[in-house]
């Protein structure tokens, strides 16, 4: 769908795949998760991804439960970011629900790449991903809405980010300021 | 809409006939709703008093009366009469229903009698007196109707005229020139002079809830209607009655009769006095005495015990009666004693020796204040005084411990309210007895109820600046810490529901965060351990979350708070607990914590913790 001719038109068309990840490196900020942890701890974190992943790739109900309980028990951010960009590569309907949850995470690297993961599930969950990260409190979730709806366009994405950025000025005058 | 025109004439025709003159002769009825009237002006009422002889307490002894001067501690008369009912008092004669179905009439000051009547009822309903009229309601012998009216004169006694009914009869009163009592479910109104009917009134809410129409009452301009602790407003035109009650029945504010005046009875040990206001049919102020104990409250808006004013423990005997008269509360001790308090803090003010042992008593004088001295303070060591009183072993002062309980869990200061989760969860008053049981029960059921001195209202805005989550062109963007705050000084159960829900919302601020789990640590409801839980197993493993703020810690300590006992919560809270801290990637401080919290611990039963967890 071509934004071009609503109320924001052509700027924020130029928000491509490029800007979501500047989104999550915007999200990222100084989180301490960059503090790397020592080794052992290292390779227990890579293994609790490396089972999550498993996990995720096996269509079993059972894998399905298993990473919802491990999830809900609390794994590390890195872990979970690993996770959430292989959803987001192939996405499982699933385990929607485990992405959903952590679109709650505190952390906002955590719940940029949920939201992102949630907007790859389908058109109609793109649509509410996009809906709840345009609500986020955090101006770099916000752009990132803009970012996924460039990327899964949709009328009432096109609403969404048209509310949007008529309320969030600087939002808006960034989104300008990219116009080529 | 016929109906609807009937109930207004017949309001109107009250209104006009009766209710808008006092008869300054018109006095308290003993130890019932109607002794807490304030009748026309109180003040000239008041000026009026000493010269109708001052304060005066007759006792009703088994076979004999003596009336007591009060204030300068004389026995004024005594006779040897068995009285079977409950006396009324004028400005000038006190009448007595006598063994016999006699009324005596004695003159106050002097104990002379003036005349006795023989009523030719069975038994007696109840007495009304506005000189030069008295009207009683009594048992009809004649098996012609359930009942009937009589019209007595005040100067000789004679029966001057009576009227059968074909349905129970209720407790009568007297203002201007009507007589109004309840008949079925209606209620009349009757010239005095002749015993006409003026008007009478469907009462729909005698059926519509249930309540019985047992006396009939006039205060500051407004009819009430009712018995036990629920009453209807008369005089609101088109409404047939708006039936009220306190919400919660400690005792009875309306005396029950159920067609016969046994005269003085236990009940009466159990009794709540109302202040009403003299600007709606709202109760302002209340006293409720309970066999040994007697506590002064204030009333909020909905009826509801606030505020505890004082309270006054009897050491030796009980006491049978009580009346506020002017600014003091008198009281009559089972012995005969006389004891007579501030209204405005409870202190005692005289105590007069008792002599023989009495059934009850009728206490005349001033009429109460319209209104408490708002100038004073209440007793400062009155919540120090509930709490003892909450200690008391007496069963007998349940329903004043019940009341306590109430006004401390009303209290704005989570400290205050501690005592009553200390009862809900017998950490007060650890023994078994029954009284003890009860006294629990009624703390659990209050703690899962609002708390506060707010109106209900004030909850609501409370439970909804709460219920908003943080999100972009959102309110609220100050934080929620002042709606936390008052959500300690007043709310509900379900604040606790949104408290967990912000401490899970991502966009719910560090500072925040920690407000959050400050308050519920106060609230100690283990509703929370679910939420709190979650925060603490989501986050444990987020070296960045855990150094955010202080919040994990918190957490923490709150879950090793509620893991003790065998409570579902508390099992619960021990197997989040262990489970984080047996994960190798939990944030090694957090971990030292829990480990050390859980090994100070008691020995806990940790069989079930794991399927706790595995059930959810």
């Known amino acids: 769908m071509d934004f071009a001719g609503t109320r924001h038109g052509v700027p924020w068309r130029v928000v491509t795949s490029a800007g979501i990840l500047l989104a999550f490196v915007l999200g990222t900020g100084a989180g301490a998760a960059d503090v790397r942890a020592p080794v052992s701890t290292e390779k227990a974190i890579e293994q609790v991804a490396k089972r999550l992943i498993d996990w995720l790739a096996d269509p079993s109900p059972d894998a399905a439960k298993a990473l919802r309980e491990r999830v809900r028990a609390g794994v590390p951010p890195r872990a979970l970011l690993e996770l959430l960009d292989r959803y987001r590569a192939a996405p499982r309907a699933e385990v929607l629900d485990v992405v959903k949850s952590l679109t709650g995470y505190r952390r906002i690297d955590v719940r940029a790449r949920a939201l992102a993961a949630w907007a790859a599930t389908d058109a109609k969950q793109a649509e509410l991903a996009i809906a709840a990260a345009a609500r986020d409190v955090v101006p770099s979730i916000r752009k990132l809405a803009v970012a996924l709806a460039k990327q899964y366009p949709s009328e009432a994405a096109e609403i969404v980010i048209d509310e949007l950025l008529a309320r969030d000025e600087a939002l808006a005058a960034e989104v300008d300021g990219a116009k080529p | ?616």
């Open chain 2, 1 to 616: 809409m016929i109906a609807r025109l009937l109930v207004t004439f017949a309001l109107a025709v009250l209104g006009l006939s009766g209710c808008a003159r006092t008869l300054p002769a018109h006095a308290d009825v003993h130890g019932n709703f109607l002794a807490a009237v304030n009748e026309g002006d109180p003040a000239r009422m008041r000026r009026h008093a000493p010269e109708a002889g001052g304060a005066l307490v007759v006792l009703v002894e088994r076979t004999r009366v003596v009336a007591i001067d009060p204030i300068h501690a004389r026995v004024r008369w005594t006779l040897p009469v068995v009285v079977t009912g409950h006396p009324v008092a004028s400005a000038s004669t006190v009448y007595l229903p006598v063994r016999g179905q006699q009324l005596v009439a004695i003159d106050r000051k002097t104990g002379i009698e003036r005349f006795h009547t023989q009523l030719p009822g069975e038994a007696l309903t109840g007495l009304a007196v506005s000189e030069p009229w008295i009207v009683a309601t009594v048992l009809d012998p004649a098996k012609h109707g359930p009942a009937q009216i009589l019209g007595i004169s005040t100067d000789d006694g004679d029966v001057r005229w009576q009227r059968r009914a074909q349905a129970r009869l209720g407790i009568p009163d007297v203002v201007g020139s009507v007589a109004v009592l309840p008949i079925g479910d209606q209620v009349t109104a009757l010239r005095l002079d002749t015993g006409r009917e003026v008007a009478r009134l469907d009462v729909a809410a005698a059926r519509d809830r249930d309540v019985a129409l047992e006396r009939v009452t006039h205060r500051g301009g407004m009819w009430f209607v009712g018995s036990d602790t629920r009453w209807v407003r008369l005089g609101v035109p088109g409404s047939r009655g708006d039936a009220e009650q306190l919400s919660r029945a400690y005792a009875q504010a309306f005396r029950t009769v159920d067609g016969v005046d046994a005269g003085h009875g236990d009940d009466e040990r159990l009794r709540l006095w109302l202040r009403m206001s003299n600007i709606d049919t709202t109760p302002r102020d209340a006293i409720l005495l309970s066999r040994r104990a007697v506590v002064a409250l204030r009333l909020d808006n909905e009826g509801l015990p606030i505020r505890a004013r004082w309270v006054h423990v009897e050491d030796k005997g009980e006491l049978v009666a009580m009346e506020v008269v002017d600014d003091r509360v008198v009281l009559v001790r089972e012995d005969g004693a006389i004891v007579q308090l501030s209204d405005d803090d409870g202190r005692v003010v005289d105590r007069v020796a008792g002599d023989e042992p009495v059934r009850g008593a009728l206490i005349i004088g001033a009429p109460p204040r319209p209104h408490g001295n708002l100038r004073r303070a209440d007793d400062p060591d009155v919540l120090a005084d509930l709490h003892a009183l909450l200690l008391e072993p007496d069963p007998r002062l349940l329903p004043a411990q019940r009341l306590a309980a109430d006004l401390l869990w009303r209290q704005d200061e989570p400290r205050v309210r501690a005592s009553v989760r200390d009862l809900a969860h017998g950490r007060l008053r650890s023994d078994d007895a029954p009284e003890t049981l009860v006294l629990r029960d009624h703390a659990i059921e209050l703690t899962g109820t609002r708390w506060g001195s707010g109106s209900s209202a004030d909850v609501e805005a409370v439970v909804a600046e709460l219920r908003k989550r943080p999100a972009f062109g959102e309110d609220g963007s100050d934080g929620f810490a002042g709606s936390i705050r008052a959500a300690l000084r007043t709310g509900r159960p379900s604040v606790v529901h949104e408290l967990t829900a912000l401490l899970l919302h991502p966009g719910t601020s560090a500072e925040d965060l920690v407000e959050i789990v400050d308050a519920l640590a106060v609230l100690q409801d283990p509703s929370a351990v679910d939420g709190v839980a979650t925060f603490v197993r989501r986050y444990h493993a987020d070296e960045s979350i855990v150094k955010e703020s202080p919040v994990l810690f918190a957490a923490t300590r709150l879950l090793l708070a509620h893991a003790e006992g065998d409570a579902r919560e508390s099992s619960e809270a021990r197997a989040v607990l262990r489970a984080v801290a047996d994960d190798p990637l939990c944030e090694p401080h957090l971990r030292a914590v829990i480990a050390t919290g859980l090994r100070a611990l008691p020995a806990v039963r940790d069989r079930g913790d794991t399927n706790v967890l595995a059930t959810q």
